[in-house]
């Protein structure tokens, strides 16, 4: 709703034909389900009147001109219409950070979802499928303008446009006992997860200190990052290798979602076999396009930025009474932060850890990379 900030409509009242436009919106929000709702508009008239009225009013009045120009003449009216992208994105950092942060408020809603495709309906798996494809003629029109930013917000709409409506809301009455987050877990199939949760000490507390706190952990940059030319040949990736990459490893689970509600089992239902010639240009064909891009570092600032954010949380490193016997001693707890990042960005990593260049450098770090996570690293160490 907040892309619909700024538009105008004709309105029919019985004194004539009227326009207007909308210069706020307020969504009306249940208490268990963050992100739904309904939405009245803020309809300012020429002739200085004012009304509140729901999208179903609203959508139909919109000056066509207005709604489908440039870029937007290619997105689904159904995905325009929840959407946290402004009509006139302002590109600075600070404008493209506030959608971010909007976009995964939003995707919170997609954390109910089983992690395993054979545990979705039938409606969340067609939704899912039509609503890429509906968007692929937008993705294809924004890689080819190469406004990669553009595609990458709208990109981060999709799946809690399109699965945050199948996902049954939880009644307030009656609904019998709460469920454990391990009771949980195990339901969706995710049963790692439940029992690292039996054998942790928790999620730290969600709070605006406890964010400072991790947010101090990471060292501020005491002066900007100069330029740093290569004078070796860089690493770049093909639409070739990247499709069999994405068609082999995006399998229908997952273990975490991204910031935006985005994992390998989404593009699982929407992926094309490399070796089969697609009708015409497709959702996962974008996608292709989009990794290669930011493989090969080929996207602006901007677009880079977004795929840097993450979600930040933290794990208790000891029990909450000893936690609680910190804090009462004025000492900080003891927790270990944890940031996941965008899908898209971990599987251009991920293709370019293929890379000759990146076997070279691993092997070359291998003397100062002995420990844990390396391959026989804590065997060398105590030798």
């Not at 692929?136 to 930013?149: I, M, N, R």
């Not at 990458?152 to 945050?164: Q, V």
């Not at 979602?257 to 593009?267: E, K, T, V």
């Amino acid at each position: 709703m907040f892309s619909f900030i700024g538009r105008r409509l004709r309105m029919q009242f019985d004194q004539g034909l009227f326009e207007g436009t909308i210069d706020a919106w307020e969504e009306l929000l249940d208490d268990l389900r963050v992100g739904t709702g309904e939405w009245n508009f803020h309809v300012r008239f020429v002739d200085g009147d004012k009304g509140h009225y729901t999208p179903a009013d609203v959508l139909p009045l919109l000056i066509p001109t207005e709604v489908r120009e440039g870029l937007e003449a290619f997105l689904p009216l159904s995905l325009v219409v929840s959407t946290a992208v402004p009509v006139f994105l302002e590109r600075t950092e600070e404008a493209v950070l506030e959608v971010c942060r909007r976009q995964s408020a939003k995707a919170l809603i997609l954390r109910s979802l089983p992690c395993n495709l054979n545990s979705w309906s039938k409606q969340q798996k067609k939704a899912l499928s039509r609503g890429c494809e509906g968007f692929a003629p937008f993705l294809h029109a924004a890689l080819d303008a190469g406004d990669h930013l553009l595609a990458l917000l709208w990109l981060n709409e999709l799946p809690s446009a399109i699965l945050g409506s199948t996902i049954p809301v939880r009644s307030s009455q009656g609904g019998g006992p709460p469920i454990s987050r391990v009771e949980m877990l195990t339901r969706m199939g995710r049963t790692g997860e439940a029992v690292k949760r039996i054998n942790s000490h928790g999620v730290a507390e969600h709070s605006a200190e406890g964010l400072q706190r991790l947010q101090d952990l990471l060292p501020t940059l005491k002066e900007p990052v100069p330029p740093l030319p290569a004078e070796l040949d860089q690493f770049r990736t093909s639409e070739s290798e990247v499709r069999k990459f994405l068609f082999n490893n995006c399998t229908g689970s997952w273990k975490s979602l991204d910031p935006f509600g985005w994992s390998s089992a989404l593009l699982h239902l929407v992926r094309v076999n490399p070796n089969t010639a697609s009708e015409g240009p497709s959702f996962f064909d974008g996608v292709v396009k989009l990794v290669v891009a930011l493989a090969n570092c080929e996207v602006c600032d901007l677009a880079a930025l977004v795929q840097t954010t993450g979600v930040l949380f933290a794990f208790n490193k000891v029990e909450p009474a000893e936690q609680e016997a910190r804090k009462q001693r004025g000492l900080l707890p003891k927790e270990r932060g944890i940031n996941n990042g965008a899908f898209f960005l971990k599987c251009a990593f991920a293709i370019s850890q293929l890379s000759p260049q990146a076997k070279k450098a691993r092997k070359d770090l291998e003397p100062q990379q002995q420990g844990v996570g390396a391959t026989r690293g804590m065997e060398l160490l105590s030798d």
